[in-house]
């Protein structure tokens, strides 16, 4: 069995070398790449933001976890992206205004290419107005937001509110994710079409929201 916990170690301290040799270690037992991110992976940054918190650690050593964790992500891409010629609809995805925060949005961003969706990322600190005209450049039919501070939320507010008063409102739906919002907050609050808790429900969301039908379940004994 690959050693998940000196995994978790590894990137909770930073030790980049070993964080990458212990992910490709999983990687050729066969471990399922999203398994690896979501048990191991994601779970060593909240520790790493818990510690933050308690004020044992600093924003240098949250930064050098940080690039671990993106060193194993990008070990586990190509495992991911397999259906990427499909192109079934496109979406305009970003981190709001003010937030620098990326590895919530590019997991997002990962999970629909694979599933042949067109991703236009916009990357970090995205104003309303280049959502907006994003949105209609690319003639797409949803607007992520990743929005991982509080401070965050009057720019969640904002381009939430600056794509429903746009003349594309009626083409383009709007959903937000990160650890910031809740489901209230973007919901009720701000009227977007939808709030997602994790990478997993906003893939489902925007799948639902562009009309993509569910993967089928497989049979029993199939
Ligand atoms: Co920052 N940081 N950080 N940080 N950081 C948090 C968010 C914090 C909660 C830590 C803490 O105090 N516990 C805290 C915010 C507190 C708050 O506002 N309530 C915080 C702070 C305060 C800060 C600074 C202000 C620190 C400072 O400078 N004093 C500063 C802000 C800089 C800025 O943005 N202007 C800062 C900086 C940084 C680093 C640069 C060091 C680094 C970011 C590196 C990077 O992203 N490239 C960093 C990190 C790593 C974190 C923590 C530890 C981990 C974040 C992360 O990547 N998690 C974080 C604590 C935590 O979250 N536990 C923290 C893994 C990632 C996969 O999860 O992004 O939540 P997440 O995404 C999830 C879901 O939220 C969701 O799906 C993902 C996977 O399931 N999701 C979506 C996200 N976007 C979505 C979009 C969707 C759908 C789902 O649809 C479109």
Redesign the pocket.
């Known amino acids: 069995m690959p050693d998940f916990e000196a995994l978790k170690k590894a990137v909770i301290s930073g030790k980049r070398i070993d964080a990458v040799e212990l992910t490709k270690q999983a990687i050729d037992e066969g471990v399922d790449p999203q398994e690896l ?2 048990r191991y ?2 779970p060593a ?6 510690k ?2 308690k004020k044992e650690i ?3 050593e ?2 050098i ?3 671990s ?2 060193a194993c992500m990008d070990l586990v891409k190509p495992l991911l992206q397999k259906d990427v010629n499909l192109h079934q609809g496109t ?1 305009v ?1 970003g ?1 709001v205004f ?11 961003k990962l999970l629909l290419e694979s599933l042949g969706l067109k991703v236009i990322d916009l990357g ?2 995205v104003k309303s107005k280049k959502f907006v005209d994003a949105a209609k450049q690319h003639s797409a039919g ?11 939320d009057p720019y969640v507010l904002e381009t939430v509110n600056a794509m429903k008063g746009s003349d594309i409102s009626s083409n383009v739906k709007v ?7 809740t489901r209230k907050f973007v919901e009720e609050t701000c009227g977007a079409d939808a ?9 489902r ?2 799948k639902e929201l562009l009309g993509i039908p569910a993967a089928p379940t497989p049979s029993r004994g199939s």
């Not at 949803?142 to 965050?152: A, R």
């Not at 709030?195 to 893939?203: N, P, Q, S």
């Open positions: 991110i979501s992976l994601i940054l909240n520790v790493v933001g818990n933050f918190e600093f924003v240098p949250m930064m976890a940080a690039r964790m993106q979406v995805i981190t003010g937030d620098l925060h990326d590895i919530g949005k590019n997991l997002v970090v600190g949803i607007v992520g937001l990743s929005s991982l501070l509080t401070t965050g959903i937000c994710g990160g650890a910031a919002l709030y997602a808790k994790d990478a997993a429900e906003g893939v969301k925007i």
